[in-house]
């Protein structure tokens, strides 16, 4: 059983609008939650980090964590050609070593 | 300007041989991390430091070695043992002490192929 879920998409989207990228994790004590943003053939740059129920904005990007639920969810608004990307999800569990489990990520896809 | 880098970019290995892949860290992190991506797949841990001398397997180590012999440097090792090796593998470090929810920050990656 994966221990971190998200669609592997596409996920399509016209310019402007707002895209919703979501995932669920199983560790009902994980502490931190991570979006990462992976161009083709780059490496994961970090997006934002969330760790406290509800909301959090940064710029065009909102991250939603309801702990209660497993689930953590990144906004994208006014979505630009250049969100185009696959989106990973990170959760850092409950032990005390620093490590994050990945999802599989979720391709992203706006169209002009 | 502070970053990590990696080395080579891309690497081609025969198979039999051993090759070692480069990371180099200079934002002062006390952890680093290295991964493997395989294609339309998520990062798989392969091992990590939380310290210089100490380190410990992931969930992927088999085939794979590493040393910590400076807070500055984690290379890893992909030994013949590893029968599938061909991935993108990527470093990456973070400072558990700082207030940034451990965030981890990556290099741009060596791309590695088995002829």
């Known amino acids: 059983q994966k221990e971190v879920e998200q669609n592997s998409g596409p996920l399509s989207v016209p310019e402007g609008a707002i895209a919703s990228l979501n995932c669920t994790y199983s560790d009902r004590g994980s502490q931190s939650f991570f979006w990462y943003r992976q161009y083709s053939g780059k490496s994961p740059e970090l997006i934002m980090f969330i760790y406290s129920n509800g909301d959090k904005e940064d710029g065009r990007f909102t991250a939603q964590l309801n702990k209660a639920s497993q689930y953590v969810s990144l906004l994208i608004r006014d979505s630009q050609p250049s969100d185009s990307a696959t989106y990973l999800c990170?959760?850092?569990?409950?032990?005390?070593?620093?490590?994050?489990?990945f999802g599989t990520g979720t391709r992203l896809q706006v169209t002009l | 300007d502070g970053g990590i880098t990696q080395s080579p970019k891309y690497l081609f290995r025969k198979e039999g041989q051993n090759v070692t892949l480069s990371c180099e860290q200079n934002l002062n992190h006390d952890a680093m991390y290295w991964y493997r991506q395989d294609p339309g797949q998520g990062l798989r841990l392969i091992y990590y430091s939380q310290i210089v001398n100490d380190f410990q397997k992931g969930d992927i180590a088999e085939g794979y070695s590493v040393s910590r012999e400076k807070k500055e440097s984690f290379p890893l090792t992909v030994t013949s043992a590893q029968k599938n090796p061909t991935a993108f593998y990527l470093c990456?470090?973070?400072?558990?002490?700082?207030?940034?929810?451990?965030?981890?920050?990556f290099g741009p990656g060596t791309r590695l192929t088995v002829l």
């Open positions: 990170a959760v850092k569990g409950s032990g005390t070593a620093s490590k994050l489990t």
């Open positions: 990456a470090s973070s400072n558990p002490l700082r207030g940034e929810a451990d965030t981890q920050y």
